[in-house]
């Protein structure tokens, strides 16, 4: 008699969500996609099946994810651009010992945040001008939301006093310095595509821009020489008492 053994089936995998880390895999290579496109072409015109090519799945796969355009800008804000600024500002929020009391060093350090953060999300510049600083910006309104206004005044206040002590140029205007600080980082990063397609222009390169604006703040940070100023407030004086006759 001859028995015949069945083989036993591999039992079937389990039908549900995908486990935790590969969820969570996908949607980061989504949110690189999308981000990378939203900064090369702009939001308007990048679509959400460009998207999906670019990340190598389907369409499908950024809606159950995102669900919808709207969801998609708002995860980009929230995962990706306030977790740069916050990282930026983490310096002024944490700030101990010679970074907290000397403003140079502060400046410096948000100035290296700031290239530190764009190398690894090189698509924020572009997408910061496109969207954010010109007029009709998909993301304008969202990110004024979010502005970080204390750690700005914490800011402003912490250079202002460092004015009244004499150790930064009192011709500054204290509340400007951050927009200065951030035009001179993100402005050329955010169009050097079109100076380096501009026959003769040099190259813009990371570390010479980095050392460029560092000198730069460095010179406008420094208090200007005691008999400049007083010759800049007699000759103010003088002009005053001149009006006056």
Do not use: C
């Not at 496109?130 to 990110?143: D, P």
Request: aromatic share 6%; net charge positive.
């Amino acid at each position: 008699m001859i028995t015949r053994t069945r083989t036993a089936a591999a039992a079937p995998r389990p039908r549900g969500r995908r486990p935790a880390a590969a969820e969570l895999d996908m949607r980061e290579r989504l949110l690189a996609s999308a981000t990378q496109l939203f900064g090369e072409q702009g939001i308007a015109a990048t679509t959400m099946a460009q998207i999906a090519e670019a990340a190598g799945v389907t369409s499908a796969m950024v809606h159950y994810y995102f669900t919808n355009r709207e969801k998609l800008l708002d995860a980009v804000v929230e995962e990706r651009i306030a977790r740069s600024i916050a990282f930026v500002w983490e310096s002024v929020d944490s700030a101990e010992g010679d970074l907290a009391q000397d403003p140079h060093a502060l400046v410096e350090e948000l100035v290296a945040r700031l290239f530190d953060v764009t190398s690894r999300m090189p698509w924020l510049p572009p997408l910061w001008l496109r969207e954010i600083v010109n007029e009709g910006g998909l993301l304008r309104e969202r990110m004024l939301k979010r502005l970080p206004i204390a750690q700005l005044q914490r800011f402003a206040a912490r250079v202002s006093e460092a004015q009244r002590d004499g150790s930064v140029n009192a011709e500054l205007e204290a509340p400007l310095l951050f927009i200065s600080i951030l035009a001179l980082v993100m402005l050329p990063l955010a169009t050097s595509k079109i100076w380096q397609s501009s026959p003769g222009f040099p190259q813009i390169e990371r570390e010479a821009l980095h050392r460029h604006v560092s000198a730069l703040l460095s010179a406008a940070l420094r208090p200007a020489p005691q008999d400049k100023r007083t010759q800049r407030a007699t000759g103010r004086t003088t002009s005053r008492k001149g009006d006056a006759l």
